[in-house]
């Protein structure tokens, strides 16, 4: 079974930084792309960045490029979003997914950022 799970989500203050992780089980997680999308009461899910399976191709939306940073470590089947300067804007529960046949999503992790 395909599954997800994130974590690392939490408060901070505006300028302040967090991590999050999507660790992938159920799949070969390296032959597999992986994105993070976000997703505030009352909006459109949106896609914030995404990683190719080799790691060579990385997608930011452009309300984070600069900011966040996409990686991915195939040998712990986790991928992780690096998440600095944060805005209040950037808060959101952040979701990870891939699509294996279908798509899969996590849980989602909550990111609160005060001003």
């Known amino acids: 079974e395909v599954q997800l799970v994130e974590s690392g989500g939490g408060l901070v203050q505006a300028g302040g930084s967090l991590r999050l992780s999507c660790a992938g089980s159920?799949?070969?997680?390296?032959?597999?792309?992986v994105g993070w999308f976000r997703q505030v009461p009352g909006k459109e899910r949106e896609s914030v960045a995404c990683?190719?399976?080799?790691?060579?191709?990385?997608y930011y939306a452009n309300s984070v490029k600069g900011r966040f940073t996409i990686s991915r470590d195939n040998a712990n089947n986790t991928v992780y979003l690096q998440m600095d300067s944060l805005k209040p804007e950037d808060t959101a529960v952040y979701y990870c997914a891939t699509a294996v046949g279908r798509d899969y999503w996590g849980q989602g992790t909550q990111v609160t950022v005060s001003s």
């Open positions: 159920g799949f070969t997680f390296d032959d597999y792309a």
């Open positions: 990683i190719g399976s080799s790691d060579g191709e990385k």
